[in-house]
Every structure is written in C-alpha cells, then in structure tokens.
C-alpha cells in the first residue's frame, strides 16, 4: 500500500501546500512558491548556500562589521554574481528584510528543500517495488 502512494508521489506538494497556506507568512509563501521548479539536489543546495550568507552577514552585522569587504560581504556578492536565477529570486524576496529575519525565512525553506529532496530515495525505491 505504502508503495502504491509513493509511487506517485509528488515532490513539490509539500512547497505547493506552502505556497498557498494563509497561515504560512507571506515571505514564506513566496519562496515556497519560487522553490517549486527546482531539482531536488541542487534546490536545497542552493538554498542552503544562500541561508549561510545570510546567517553570517547576520552575524557580523550583530558583531559590528561593517566592512563592505568583509567575508560574508564577499559571499554574498559572489553568489550574486554567479547570476543563478533561482538564487537571485530567493534573494529579491528577502533583500529588504533585517539580516536576521532574511535567515530565517530562508532556513525555513531551506529545511522544506532538505525534507524534500530527502524522500527521493524511498520514493525510487517504492516505485521500483511496484514495477
């Protein structure tokens, strides 16, 4: 029964779900809603990459760096520069927030991307029990 459901299963339902829940705070809807096109790997290794730039721009920022040439500074520039559209979609959402807010918002969807990509295994496994 389990591999019957699993079988055709559909990664994206839980970001589907996200992205229309009126519960869920609209930011979050948002990058939910950007998340849905991309794979299971580098979906949640993108948004991982981008979470850590924000926690440490937050944390310098929470330690008094203002160095525009500081590491976190860096990362996030060079992320940007690598000009990868699904990175730069997740950014402009959560651009204008505090560095803080930014993270966590992005830890949020990074967590959904991780749980995500972490059903791929069982559900190849199910759908080749039921070939």
């Known amino acids: 029964m389990i591999d019957e459901f699993l079988a055709d299963f559909d ?20 990058l939910a809603y950007i998340a849905r096109t991309e794979g299971l790997d580098g979906g949640y290794y993108e948004a ?34 690598r000009d990868v559209p699904y ?14 807010d930014a993270a966590a918002h992005l830890g949020w969807l990074t967590e959904l991307m991780k ?7 069982p559900v190849e496994a199910a759908r080749q029990a039921s070939r």
């Open 48 to 81: 991982q990459e981008l979470t850590d730039a924000f926690l440490d721009a937050a944390r310098e920022a929470n330690d008094g760096i203002t160095d525009p040439d500081s590491p976190a500074r860096l990362r996030l520039e060079d992320i940007l520069d």
């Open 11 to 30: 990664f994206n339902l839980s970001l589907d779900d996200a992205a229309v829940d009126p519960e869920i705070v609209f930011v979050r809807r948002k």
């Open 87 to 100: 990175q730069r979609a997740l950014f402009d959402v959560v651009a204008e927030l505090p560095l803080a």
């Open 115 to 121: 749980q995500r990509a972490d059903m791929f295994r």
